[in-house]
T-cell receptor, first 113, second 114 residues
Framework: QKEVEQDPGPLSVPEGAIVSLNCTYS??????FMWYRQYSRKGPELLMY????GNKEDGRFTAQVDKSSKYISLFIRDSQPSDSATYLC?????????????FGAGTQVVVTP | NAGVMQNPRHLVRRRGQEARLRCSPM?????VYWYRQLPEEGLKFMVY????????ESGMPKERFSAEFPKEGPSILRIQQVVRGDSAAYFC????????????FGSGTQLSVL
């Protein structure tokens, strides 16, 4: 079993819809939770970062962490064609080096005009 | 301020050859991480280096792979005697310090082994 599970998609939504992405994990030691966006043939770009449980909002993006269920989510409101990319969840334990992240496989999102 | 620079962008090697991947971190960043991304899989941590030190190499294959981050110059990921299974995208990331929320990734090197 993988430490971080993420549905690979593809997830296709019409422009303006809400995109809902999620990951589950098995390691209780994870405390830092991140979402990255990766365009084709590019490196990942950090979108959201959350420490422990709770919600965090940044513009059209909302990240949620439910540690009791070992479940994290990312919501993208008013989706745009430019949001079409692969979205990767990532996690880190306090016992590990900060940059030693466990990534999900990524969900491919396609926003159609 | 230039981002994390990786070169080459594409590298083709025949089985048995050596591959050298270079990574120049962002200016002022002294922490470098290497990741590998196989098709249909997420990024996998390989190694964490600071200047002249390997801090965590728990994700590195035991044989043929090595990494360094010298006092001067870029970080190098070296793969000796490449095999087809080494074909992947290799990404480098840097941060100014440990426990920093910003980890900046380069655009990667796509290694293809014929």
């Amino acid at each position: 079993q993988k430490e971080v599970e993420q549905d690979p998609g593809p997830l296709s939504v019409p422009e303006g819809a809400i995109v809902s992405l999620n990951c589950t994990y098995s390691n209780s030691a994870f405390q830092y939770f991140m979402w990255y966006r990766q365009y084709s043939r590019k490196g990942p770009e950090l979108l959201m970062y959350t420490y422990s449980s709770g919600n965090k909002e940044d513009g059209r993006f909302t990240a949620q962490v439910d540690k009791s269920s070992k479940y994290i989510s990312l919501f993208i409101r008013d989706s745009q064609p430019s949001d079409s990319a692969t979205y990767l969840c990532a996690m880190s334990a306090t016992t590990d080096s900060w940059g030693k992240l466990q990534f999900g496989a990524g969900t491919q999102v396609v926003v159609t005009p | 301020n230039a981002g994390v620079m990786q070169n080459p962008r594409h590298l083709v090697r025949r089985r048995g050859q050596e591959a050298r991947l270079r990574c120049s971190p962002m200016k002022g960043h002294s922490h470098v991480y290497w990741y590998r991304q196989l098709p249909e899989e997420g990024l996998k941590f390989m190694v964490y280096l600071q200047k002249e030190n390997i801090i965590d190499e728990s994700g590195m294959p035991k044989e043929r792979f090595s990494a360094e981050f010298p006092k001067e110059g870029p970080s190098i990921l070296r793969i000796q005697q490449v095999v087809r299974g080494d074909s992947a995208a290799y990404f480098c990331a840097s941060s100014p310090k440990d426990r920093d929320e910003k980890l900046f990734f380069g655009s990667g090197t796509q290694l293809s082994v014929l």
